[in-house]
């Protein structure tokens, strides 16, 4: 499976940002899917994740849980991060990121792109 992740860029405090990751390759398996984070100098961290079937199989981070939220359509095989009222702190680069049993674990990575917020 390849993972493509797109949709970073430079925000101010406040403003939103909606990251894609579009998947190819053996996209038939139910792969839960998510999206994890590393700031400089600091380790790779879960951000939200959400199970094949969608919809109520979401979890997030507590650092995130009532700003961003993950979506996914499965006929495209592409899922979403929503990010609204950001902060300086959510300057990362953001992962997507597929597993067959559960996103905490990955059996696959997307090549990263870069969000940055201002002040």
Same mark, same amino acid.
């Given at each position: 499976?390849?993972?493509?992740?797109?949709?970073?860029?430079?925000?101010?405090?406040?403003?939103?940002?909606?990251?894609? @990751?579009?998947?190819?390759?053996?996209?038939?398996?139910?792969?839960?899917?998510?999206?994890?984070?590393?700031?400089?100098?600091?380790?790779?961290?879960?951000?939200?994740?959400?199970?094949?079937?969608?919809?109520?199989?979401?979890?997030?981070?507590?650092?995130?849980?009532?700003?961003?939220?993950?979506?996914?359509?499965?006929?495209? $095989?592409?899922?979403?991060?929503?990010?609204?009222?950001?902060?300086?702190?959510?300057?990362?680069?953001?992962? @997507?990121?597929?597993?067959? $049993?559960?996103?905490?674990?990955?059996?696959?990575?997307?090549?990263?792109?870069?969000?940055?917020?201002?002040?």
């Amino acid at each position: 499976v390849q993972l493509q992740a797109s949709g970073g860029g430079l925000v101010q405090t406040g403003g939103s940002l909606r990251l894609s @990751c579009s998947a190819s390759g053996r996209t038939g398996s139910r792969y839960n899917m998510g999206w994890f984070r590393q700031a400089p100098g600091k380790e790779r961290e879960f951000v939200a994740g959400v199970s094949w079937s969608g919809g109520a199989g979401t979890y997030y981070a507590d650092s995130v849980t009532g700003r961003f939220t993950i979506s996914r359509d499965n006929a495209k $095989n592409t899922v979403y991060l929503q990010m609204n009222s950001l902060k300086p702190e959510d300057t990362a680069v953001y992962y @997507c990121a597929a597993g067959l $049993n559960g996103v905490l674990v990955p059996d696959y990575w997307g090549q990263g792109t870069q969000v940055t917020v201002g002040t």
